[in-house]
């Protein structure tokens, strides 16, 4: 696609599913090539040119946020996979683990586990063995504190596995921990670069003014919607992309308001984040959201009518390239609360 884009080619995203309509009101046999898939193509642009956009290339400084972007999030979730592997083999043998380490992917949980990966050793573990691991893993403060509630935790008694079960596990249990480190330190290489990629783009600014995105939640919202100045034709447009807003369903006398399926899961997965990060930042969005949940909405319904109103104000503050203002963004909704008061 860049490569056509690049050599002048004027370019149409068509959906799969309007092809397929597309072929049927000239194909009823239910017959398909290649040649023919090409011919409807084809026919498509010349007489319904009017109906679809030409593609909207992003900068390159766009696709670079987008790429790191997407990246990181694929390091998380792969890190998510195996934490959650890990925990389930030391739910089958190393109980104690659990109790001393809620979170499986911290530093204090890896070096522990990568010198103690068996109950016995975990057992034997004095608190100088205990205070150098968690050193050598990165903790710096409350050293005594930390040892000694991770000794109390592994010396309780538990139902133990055979021993040559426990090996076995611990074997799993000492390549999962070096998986997880590794894919830590990828996570922060990553992390500072997409930072330094976002904070240099002409944009970054807006992002940041907007309450509840930083450096790595606005590079993900960038990286997604992207930064073509024409894409989106207006704020709904743009809503309706990010797949917050919702769809209306009218046949006869029915009619029926639902949420958008169809959409970029990445995308819709980072305005959650943003929407629940800016209630503790904005009272606007704090209001907003306590105003769907008095009206019966559940927390995620709130947070999807909360992040389509910072979609729109986003949509907003690029267009007429101006940073974020609380007062601007919520005054109108106070006006209204006032007057229904």
């Known amino acids: 696609m860049h490569a056509l884009a690049a050599t002048g080619y004027q370019i149409y995203a068509i959906n799969p599913l309007a092809v397929a309509r597309y072929r049927e009101r000239?194909?009823?046999?239910?017959?398909?090539?290649?040649?023919?898939?090409?011919?409807?193509?084809?026919?498509?642009?010349?007489?319904?040119?009017?109906?679809?956009?030409?593609?909207?290339?992003?900068?390159?400084?766009?696709?670079?946020?987008?790429?790191?972007?997407?990246?990181?999030?694929n390091l998380i979730w792969a890190r998510n996979r195996h934490t959650n592997q890990l925990r389930n083999a030391l739910r089958e043998y190393y109980p104690g683990a659990?109790?001393?380490?809620?979170?499986?992917?911290?530093?204090?949980?890896?070096?522990?586990?990568?010198?103690?990966?068996?109950?016995?050793?975990?057992?034997?573990?004095?608190?100088?063995?205990?205070?150098?691991?968690?050193?050598?893993?990165?903790?710096?403060?409350?050293?005594?504190?930390r040892s000694t509630e991770i000794q109390a935790s592994l010396r309780i008694e538990y139902l133990a596995a055979p021993p040559v079960l426990a090996q076995a596990f611990a074997a799993t249990t000492k390549a999962s921990v070096g998986i997880i480190g590794e894919l830590n330190r990828g996570i922060a290489e990553l992390e500072a670069a997409l930072a330094e990629h976002f904070e240099q783009h002409p944009d970054a600014d807006i992002y940041l003014s907007l309450p509840g995105l930083g450096d790595v939640l606005g590079a993900r919202v960038l990286g997604e919607f992207g930064d073509a100045p024409d894409r989106y034709a207006s704020a709904k447009s743009r809503k309706n992309y990010?797949?917050?807003?919702?769809?209306?369903?009218?046949?006869?006398?029915?009619?029926?308001?639902?949420?958008?399926?169809?959409?970029?899961?990445?995308?819709?997965?980072?305005?959650?984040?943003?929407?629940?990060?800016?209630?503790?930042?904005?009272?606007?969005?704090?209001?907003?959201?306590?105003?769907?949940?008095?009206?019966?909405?559940?927390?995620?319904?709130?947070?999807?009518?909360?992040?389509?109103?910072?979609?729109?104000?986003?949509?907003?503050?690029?267009?007429?390239?101006?940073?974020?203002?609380?007062?601007?963004?919520?005054?109108?909704?106070?006006?209204?609360?006032?007057?229904?008061?």
């Open 26 to 73: 000239h194909n009823l046999g239910g017959t398909k090539s290649d040649p023919g898939d090409a011919k409807v193509l084809a026919d498509l642009v010349r007489t319904d040119r009017h109906n679809h956009r030409p593609l909207a290339a992003d900068s390159p400084e766009a696709e670079a946020i987008k790429v790191l972007a997407r990246g990181h999030q």
């Open 242 to 341: 990010a797949g917050t807003s919702p769809r209306t369903v009218a046949s006869g006398k029915k009619r029926a308001v639902l949420a958008r399926y169809v959409r970029n899961r990445r995308l819709y997965d980072a305005i959650d984040q943003w929407a629940f990060c800016s209630i503790s930042t904005s009272p606007g969005c704090r209001a907003f959201y306590d105003q769907h949940r008095g009206a019966g909405d559940l927390h995620h319904q709130a947070l999807r009518a909360l992040g389509n109103r910072l979609v729109g104000i986003l949509h907003g503050c690029l267009d007429s390239r101006t940073l974020y203002d609380e007062t601007k963004a919520w005054a109108h909704r106070e006006q209204k609360l006032d007057r229904a008061a």
């Open 98 to 145: 659990l109790e001393a380490f809620s979170d499986l992917a911290d530093r204090d949980a890896l070096a522990v586990l990568e010198k103690a990966p068996t109950p016995e050793d975990g057992a034997a573990l004095s608190l100088s063995a205990l205070r150098a691991a968690l050193r050598r893993g990165g903790r710096q403060r409350n050293l005594e504190q």
